[in-house]
Nanobody, 116 residues
Framework: VQLQAYGGGLVQAGGSLRLSCAAS????????MGWFRQAPGKEREFVAA????????LYTDSVKGRVTISRDNAKNTVYLQMNSLKPEDTAVYFC??????????WGQGTLVTVSS
């Protein structure tokens, strides 16, 4: 599976961005698809994910209420709508597909910069 993420950019605090990630092949129903991020000098951390079949979602506490993950099954695409962005959201955001055997595919990352 190849993942192409896009939608990052520079935004002021309080602004919004929508990230998209398209998979090159259909996502199997028992896979998960989501987003991680890595801020400068920090380790990569989980942001949000959903189950491809049911669309059940999971968020890290720091983004709950501000971020929504969604999918378009027909396009094999997952989205991350981010609102009320904060400077601490600044990071490279990576798209992720996790298989039923817990194998991870990663996209190339898209940079989100939130200015104060």
């Amino acid at each position: 599976v190849q993942l192409q993420a896009y939608g990052g950019g520079l935004v002021q605090a309080g602004g919004s961005l929508r990230l998209s990630c398209a998979a090159s092949t259909p996502i199997l129903s028992n896979y998960h698809m989501g987003w991680f991020r890595q801020a400068p000098g920090k380790e990569r951390e989980f942001v949000a994910a959903l189950t491809w079949r049911e669309g059940r979602t999971l968020y890290t506490d720091s983004v709950k209420g501000r971020v929504t993950i969604s999918r378009d099954n027909a396009k094999n695409t997952v989205y991350l709508q981010m609102n009320s962005l904060k400077p601490e959201d600044t990071a490279v955001y990576f798209c992720n597909v996790r298989t039923a055997m817990w194998y991870d595919y990663w996209g190339q990352g898209t940079l989100v910069t939130v200015s104060s």
